[in-house]
């Protein structure tokens, strides 16, 4: 019965956020019938609500029942001062987004009108070869997850994803060197995306903030140490204490 609700309340997105019973049951493969019945249970605890035409959406008593306790919601505050100063500052969007499976789930964005194309979206996912900070993750992941990652085999998203194992290797152990990643092209051909980890205590990092900026004004010897130190401010707000920046061995070309 969980399965059965989780799928529910799964179906819904931001391309569909509402859906009359049949389509929400067509949606999930399950009877009318049995949607139906879990519906009304669902809507008794508000976790769905139907607006003015009969269409089901989510109610605020998800969002709420979510936002309790979340370490999502304790890292989303810790980042948003840092992520609004980048965006005052560079004018290029940002994001912040946690592993999650094989995907990078995004957290927060923060979209600047004015520049370049920008696919991510609060709560939506990105496969992590298919993005900066997914190759940040994985950069600086256990060795045994790393390898996992290098063997499996992986869908070309543009003409720039990489996806051999040797090329991917060789970005990673720079990722480790340098402390970002910046990569063109390789789920949006016009835009580049340049991320850095966010640590925490024991060296783990938590989640991964990206600047999405148009191809070719990447500006990496600007961009990253803003990024760098947005990063480690982050990182103290969730009570890690970075070494000072001259004991890091990162640098931007």
């Known amino acids: 019965m969980i399965h059965r609700v989780v799928r529910i309340l799964s179906a819904f997105t931001d391309d569909d956020p509402a859906m009359h019973m049949r389509e929400l049951a067509r949606a999930v493969n399950l009877p009318v019938s049995t949607v139906h019945r879990l519906v009304t249970e669902l809507e008794v605890e508000g976790l ?7 269409r089901l959406r989510h109610g605020h008593r998800m969002w709420e029942i979510a936002s309790r306790g979340s370490s999502a919601s304790s890292l989303r505050e810790a ?3 840092s992520m609004e100063d ?9 994001s912040l987004g946690v592993l999650d499976g094989t995907d990078v789930l995004y957290l927060e964005r923060l979209a600047a009108d004015d520049s370049t194309v920008n696919i991510t979206r609060v709560a939506g996912r990105l496969p992590v070869h298919g ?12 060795d045994d997850e790393r390898e996992l990652f290098l063997q499996r085999r992986h869908t070309k998203l543009t003409e720039d994803t990489v996806t051999t194992s040797e090329e991917l ?16 092209g390789i789920i949006v051909e016009e835009s580049s995306g340049i991320s ?3 640590f925490i205590d024991g060296g783990r990092v938590a989640a991964t903030l990206t600047l999405i900026v148009p191809r070719g004004d990447e500006r990496l010897s600007i961009t990253v140490p803003q990024l760098i130190l947005a990063a480690r401010a982050i990182s103290r707000r969730l009570g890690h204490r970075p070494p000072p920046m001259g004991m890091q061995r990162r640098s931007a070309p």
Do not use: E, K
């Not at 769905?48 to 009969?54: A, C, E, K, N, T």
């Not at 980048?86 to 940002?94: D, I, P, R």
């Not at 152990?173 to 340098?178: G, P, T, V």
């Open 86 to 94: 980048l965006l005052n500052h560079t004018g290029n969007h940002v």
């Open 48 to 54: 769905l609500v139907r607006d003015d035409s009969g």
């Open 169 to 184: 290797r060789v970005i990673m152990a720079d990722a480790r060197r340098l402390g970002y990643v910046s990569m063109a």
């Open 196 to 198: 850095v980890p966010i």
């Open 131 to 142: 993005c900066s900070a997914g190759l940040v993750f994985m950069a600086f992941a256990p």
């Open 79 to 81: 980042a948003l001062p």
